[in-house]
């Protein structure tokens, strides 16, 4: 068995059957420890190939008589995590932006827990601290709480971006709470 030392250093200089020879080296180890990090051997697959594509362009920074193994597998993990928190990204993305918000009376009570009439001097109140927040917080709440609004759909309205949405809609949830905090406990509804 060639050195992986001397297969890379020819690899570099550009020999294709150097690598050919150190892929057959190291993918199979390599292979085996992608399946433990992702647990499923199709992602591994693509990892690994993933990974040999990084060594084949990061080949001109690799420093000549160091042992490579430890180098691949460095470029192995990192592409593990890379994945993986592109993944989460998406997950966390495609659940926030798409799923609209539920409507709520002015009161604060959900549009389909609502037995009986609001009581008129909490929706008075309420009113008067909504109308007493900033124009872009008052307009985050109304569309997201009052009309249902997913983040994205209400970004889209105001013409702002889903991130600025959010903060907006918060600090606005935030400013009432404590605008609301006055009121008696009784006349609240939870």
């Not at 949830?173 to 009121?183: D, G, N, P, S």
Request: proline fraction near 5%; glycine fraction near 6%; include cysteine.
């Amino acid at each position: 068995m060639t050195d992986p030392r001397d297969l890379m250093a020819r690899y570099c200089d550009g020999d294709a059957h150097a690598f050919r020879e150190l892929y057959a080296q190291v993918a199979p180890r390599l292979l085996g420890y992608l399946i433990k990090m992702a647990r499923t051997r199709a992602v591994a697959e693509d990892l690994l190939q993933q990974t040999f594509l990084k060594v084949h362009r990061a080949r001109a920074a690799y420093v000549r008589g160091a042992d490579p193994l430890p180098w691949i597998y460095a470029i192995a993990h990192r592409t593990f995590i890379d994945g993986t928190r592109k993944d989460k990204r998406a997950i966390v993305q495609a659940a926030g932006d798409d799923v609209p918000e539920v409507a709520a009376g002015i009161t604060g009570e959900s549009a389909d827990r609502r037995d009986e009439p609001a009581d008129p001097e909490l929706t008075a109140a309420a009113l008067a601290a909504l109308s007493e927040l900033p124009e872009q917080q008052r307009e985050a709440v109304v569309l997201t709480k009052l009309e249902g609004k997913s983040i994205a759909e209400a970004a889209a309205i105001a013409g702002t971006t889903a991130g600025a949405m959010k903060v907006r809609a918060h600090r606005g949830y935030e400013a009432l709470r404590k605008a609301l905090a006055a009121i008696p406990a009784n006349k609240v509804a939870s």
